[in-house]
């Protein structure tokens, strides 16, 4: 995780001091679409409770006025194998080889360098999620078991950084990032490497409707949306 970090403020520094050189052509005014697919990967102790399952995110790439720095909402979906380190009163039975899931709401900040049709950039920022967790409740003289999904929301923290290629009317793309829950699961500190690879695609015409729509004055591409 320490590795992770520092490679990534050290990537940060070498994209704002190549940022400062060039236009970017690419993303001026515009808004996309990030649709990724792929996995959560627990690091350390985490991988004690959780397992990687395949995932997804949704993110807006949101260029500001000076397009080398954006604003990046994103949801993640993480699903994952899960295993119950402690026994609670209210449930006689742990689990193992359960499923968990993990949705993540996160509003991050980046910067960003294009080389021609490749984009690479960095982002980081705090989310807010919900987190599901298995739980066993058995009625032995039925000889039943419900299983039970025990809720519960968490802070979080996310940075990551990523690359894409813009082909004809679309890009490609891959992200790593890093998602750190500020509350334990079983007690133990949750830290998770999220792997995606997905489609990056142009929404600024429908940007545009959605602002006229709701009155804003103005426009993400500079535009009076018909």
């Given at each position: 995780?320490?590795?992770?970090?520092?490679?990534?403020?050290?990537?940060?520094?070498?994209?704002?001091?190549?940022?400062?050189?060039?236009?970017?052509?690419?993303?001026?005014?515009?808004?996309?679409?990030?649709?990724?697919?792929?996995?959560?990967?627990?690091?350390?102790?985490?991988?004690?409770?959780?397992?990687?399952?395949?995932?997804?995110?949704?993110?807006?790439?949101?260029?500001?006025?000076?397009?080398?720095?954006?604003?990046?909402?994103?949801?993640?979906?993480?699903?994952?194998?899960?295993?119950?380190?402690?026994?609670?009163?209210?449930?006689?039975?742990?689990?193992?080889?359960?499923?968990?899931?993990?949705?993540?709401?996160?509003?991050?900040?980046?910067?960003?360098?294009?080389?021609?049709?490749?984009?690479?950039?960095?982002?980081?920022?705090?989310?807010?999620?919900?987190?599901?967790?298995?739980?066993?409740?058995?009625?032995?003289?039925?000889?039943?078991?419900?299983i039970e999904d025990q809720?519960?929301?968490?802070?979080?923290?996310?940075?990551?950084?990523?690359?894409?290629?813009?082909?004809?009317?679309?890009?490609?793309?891959?992200?790593?990032?890093?998602?750190?829950?500020?509350?334990?699961?079983?007690?133990?500190?949750?830290?998770?490497?999220?792997?995606?690879?997905?489609?990056?695609?142009?929404?600024?015409?429908?940007?545009?409707?959605?602002?006229?729509?709701?009155?804003?004055?103005?426009?993400?591409?500079?535009?009076?949306?018909?």
């Open positions: 995780m320490r590795k992770f970090i520092l490679f990534f403020f050290l990537l940060s520094m070498s994209l704002g001091a190549y940022a400062q050189q060039g236009t970017d052509t690419l993303h001026y005014r515009k808004a996309y679409l990030f649709s990724g697919t792929g996995m959560g990967f627990p690091l350390g102790k985490t991988a004690d409770v959780l397992r990687p399952k395949f995932s997804g995110s949704l993110g807006l790439d949101i260029s500001l006025k000076d397009s080398k720095f954006y604003v990046y909402p994103s949801l993640y979906t993480l699903s994952f194998g899960y295993n119950q380190l402690k026994k609670e009163s209210e449930y006689n039975y742990t689990i193992e080889n359960g499923t968990a899931s993990m949705y993540n709401l996160n509003l991050a900040g980046g910067i960003r360098k294009q080389w021609e049709r490749l984009n690479t950039y960095v982002y980081i920022g705090p989310g807010v999620g919900l987190l599901n967790e298995p739980r066993a409740k058995v009625d032995p003289i039925k000889s039943h078991v419900l809720k519960s929301i968490f802070l979080s923290g996310k940075m990551g950084f990523g690359a894409d290629y813009k082909f004809k009317g679309f890009y490609v793309g891959l992200e790593l990032g890093l998602l750190h829950n500020f509350k334990s699961i079983q007690d133990t500190p949750v830290n998770i490497m999220t792997v995606m690879l997905g489609l990056k695609t142009d929404i600024t015409k429908i940007s545009d409707k959605v602002v006229s729509v709701l009155g804003v004055e103005g426009s993400i591409s500079g535009h009076t949306a018909k």
